[in-house]
């Protein structure tokens, strides 16, 4: 990991000599079971461990029973520190979480089962007699802006959050790999099509823009439509909020919302996948021109290759192996990288991406 994260500082270095800091936070999803006699799981003494090992981050209830979501805090932490965050978080999390009332920790892409009880037709929130299973989808997001040196959110202006968010898209399908790293991250995007869970599960099937798609822009308005940025301004005597202040601009970013949460998830290869894509932005916005509208497209079917109608589909693994723009833009932003051995650093990235599946099926491009 010592590699990746000399990468990461080259890369944030060679944005600072611009005048830019990228800024990076993690959500990361999961379930957890309870002990016949537990009635809850202990969110603030977990907390209170976190602050203590120096995580960045809190742990907070979610949608779905007995769900957590890990979220990052904003105490100025660097894209560099957010990564050794979240790799401590991914490893402590499971026996923290048992030390403070869970018997079992599920930390990956699909709880199956793990919780009962359709939504009736039509209705986002009445839940009918129906109670079959439902299958829970779990997501790592990766949320990413761009300040300058006086720390002032570029994304608020036009141009290059509309960039930065265009290359996330453009340079996700074939390296998806990265951020859904085993098969069930790939049954986790068809999980509503294939278990009729549209009404009940809202989590992304596809590579999409705007400010409600899998890889969102969110400025004035946010996933929801809402307005960003809103903080609670006067109280009534009961505290319910009378007024609200808005500054989106402070608010302003891109959420890349298709990850799977997984034991296999490393948190540095998507930071620096993320700074390259932030490193492409700020060369395109720099151009003037506004960016493109990126169209809708389906991820992979799956990891390894497949058949459908007698024609080979290409997985995952076969995509990213005869893709060459990783390799390319590590080589390109770290060829002056000061490092005992920076030789080949691209096709080492690549090497390193892919030596967890040997064995598996990979086809060679021509």
Known sequence: MMLLQHIIKHLLDNL??????????????????????QKQLDYSGINRKLKKLDIDGELKTEYWKNQW?????????????????LDKAMQLLPQ????YGAANVLM?????????????????????????????????????????????????????????????LKNSYH???????????FKRLSLRKDYGLDAELSSPVVLSGGHQGSIALYKEKGKHNQAMGQEPLFFAADNSVLSYTTDWQKTARVEHRIGATSQAYNPYLNVIFALLNVLE???SWKTGQLAPNALDKALPRSIDDTHHCDTL??????LFKNDNWLVNKVDLYCQNMFYADATNLGKRIRDMVLAPYQGSNITLGS
């Open 69 to 85: 979501e890990y979220v990052s805090l904003f105490n100025g932490q660097s894209p560099l520190k957010e990564a050794q965050n």
């Open 313 to 318: 589909v290409l997985g995952a693994l076969s």
């Open 175 to 185: 390296n998806c790999i990265l951020f859904l790293p085993e098969e069930d991250a």
């Open 16 to 37: 600072a000599l611009q005048g830019f800091n990228p800024v990076v936070h993690f959500e990361l999803e999961g379930v957890f079971e309870l002990y016949p006699w």
């Open 108 to 168: 990956q892409p699909v709880a199956w089962g793990a919780d009962n009880g359709r939504y009736l037709s039509g209705s986002g929130a009445i839940f009918s007699l129906d109670t079959r299973s439902v299958h829970i989808p779990n997501a790592i997001q990766l949320n990413v802006s761009v300040e300058n040196d006086k720390g002032e959110n570029l994304f608020a202006q036009q141009g290059l959050g509309e960039w930065v968010q265009y290359h996330l």
């Open 281 to 283: 932005g700020i060369n």
């Open 96 to 99: 923290l979480m048992r030390q």
